[in-house]
Structures are given as structure tokens and as C-alpha cells.
């Protein structure tokens, strides 16, 4: 019964907080908006997910988070001293195939995602198939270094977290 009104629990409360940060003020008005907001935007698009994601583990969500914020702070470093200070001709862009162990499209997504939030680097293009990522780098010397560096430190976590 309390999966028809709250489907996807998780969510409603994402949005709620979200809300609240986007409005940037805490009043009554705020809070009840941010509590319909929550409630109402999972229950209209329920139909349109009809298998949940299954955390397995959701303690290493606030891990994988702090891994993320940490490594995005050290990548704008990275870029800046890139584009600041290395001559075009030192630069070596390179083009990176990850494959990919993860099975759940929402783990897919988040890896995918952090890999583009992530300076210096994008996801350009999943595989057909389903089991690799073609990642562009700015500047990438060793490219196995770099495929190796995302398959340990968030596909591995995310297996944790989704599967």
C-alpha cells in the first residue's frame, strides 16, 4: 500500500533536499512545496519505471560520493595546470575503452555520469552491446593507466553499491 503512494522512497527524498537547496530559503512554504514536489514528480513517473534500481548497499553511496567530490577537486587542478602551463605539442589526447563489468543500466549511468562530471574527461558513446564505454581523455599518457584507474576506483565501488 505505501508503495503506491511513495514508489520510489529514495527519490522523494532526493527531490525534497534538491528543492530545498534550489530554493534557498527554509520557510513553511518552502518545505511543504519541496514535500509535494518529492511526492508527486515519483508518483507521475512510476509507469514509466517499472523495475526499481536494487541498491545493495547503500552505506557506500556516501563513499562513492566523497571518492567523486574528491577526485573532481583534484582533476580542475589537474586541468588548470594543463591548460595553463603544458604546450599544445606535450598534450596527448587519447580515446579510452573501458569494459565493463556492471550488468545494472542504472550503475552504467552513474559510472558513465561521473566519468563526464569528472574534468578532463567524457563519456562519449556505450557500446551496443552494453559492455564497454568509449571515454575521451584531454591528456592521457598511459591510456591503460587511466582505464585501469576508473575500473578500480568507481566500477568497483558501484558493484558494491548496485549489485
Not at 552504467?108 to 557500446?127: D, F, K, N, R, Y
Not at 568509449?134 to 587511466?146: I, M, R, S, T
Amino acid at each position: 500500500m505505501i508503495r503506491k503512494f511513495l514508489p520510489h522512497p529514495y527519490l522523494t527524498l532526493i527531490l525534497a533536499i534538491v528543492w530545498l537547496l534550489l530554493a534557498n530559503a527554509y520557510t513553511i512554504n518552502s518545505l511543504v512545496f519541496a514535500i509535494l514536489v518529492g511526492l508527486v514528480i515519483p508518483w507521475i513517473t512510476a509507469p514509466y519505471w517499472p523495475a526499481r534500481a536494487r541498491v545493495a548497499n547503500p552505506l557506500k553511496i556516501a563513499e562513492y560520493a566523497l571518492v567523486v567530490l574528491w577526485d573532481i577537486v583534484m582533476a580542475n587542478i589537474t586541468v588548470a595546470r594543463i591548460v595553463l602551463f603544458m604546450p599544445n605539442a606535450k598534450l596527448q589526447p587519447a580515446w579510452v575503452t573501458v569494459p565493463l563489468d556492471l550488468i545494472s543500466p542504472e550503475a552504467i549511468t552513474v559510472l558513465s555520469g561521473t566519468i563526464t562530471m569528472t574534468p578532463g574527461t567524457l563519456t562519449a558513446e556505450l557500446a551496443a552491446d552494453g559492455h564497454s564505454l568509449l571515454v575521451h581523455c584531454l591528456h592521457a599518457p598511459d591510456p591503460d593507466e587511466v582505464r585501469d584507474e576508473i575500473k578500480t576506483r568507481y566500477e568497483a565501488r558501484l558493484k558494491e553499491i548496485f549489485e
